[in-house]
């Protein structure tokens, strides 16, 4: 019984951690969104994030759906349903179709959007491996 708990704590704690990845994504974000030097005061710090600023203007619930996503792609990898990750794909792309593509030539949000989707799930798939190898070596 103890065995089952604890198994079952590991795979919740994953699905925590892979979910909450907020701040990870935006570092990579940011870190995609900077010119490569250091700003030389906050006024600077501020131009170089304006991509990344508009990008979050003009698709509004990205946090959520990023959050949303890295917990079904957690869910599916975990319980072994690769296909899953591709129907979470096509349903989060298929719902910012129109605001990708309504966009702006001179805007990244596209752009931003695919990195943003692949770090969520390098971040969540890193998250359901360490679950899944602790609840194998158990």
């Given at each position: 019984m103890v065995d089952l708990v604890l198994k079952a704590l590991i795979v919740v704690v994953g699905a925590v951690l892979a979910t909450w990845g907020n701040p990870v994504i935006r570092l990579v974000l940011r870190r995609i969104d900077a010119t490569g030097r250091e700003p030389a005061d906050e006024v600077q710090l501020a131009r170089e994030n304006l991509g990344l600023v508009q990008a979050q203007k003009e698709l509004p619930g990205g946090r959520w759906v990023g959050m949303l996503e890295r917990l079904a792609v957690y869910a599916c990898i975990v319980a072994g349903f690769p296909a899953g990750i591709a129907m979470v794909l096509a349903v989060k792309g298929?719902?910012?179709?129109?605001?990708?593509?309504?966009?702006?030539?001179?805007?990244?949000?596209?752009?931003?959007?695919?990195?943003?989707?692949?770090?969520?799930?390098?971040?969540?798939?890193?998250w359901a491996g360490a679950a899944y190898w602790g609840v194998r070596a158990w």
């Open positions: 298929l719902g910012r179709y129109a605001e990708l593509a309504m966009s702006e030539p001179e805007s990244r949000k596209g752009e931003l959007f695919i990195i943003g989707s692949f770090a969520s799930l390098l971040w969540a798939g890193l």
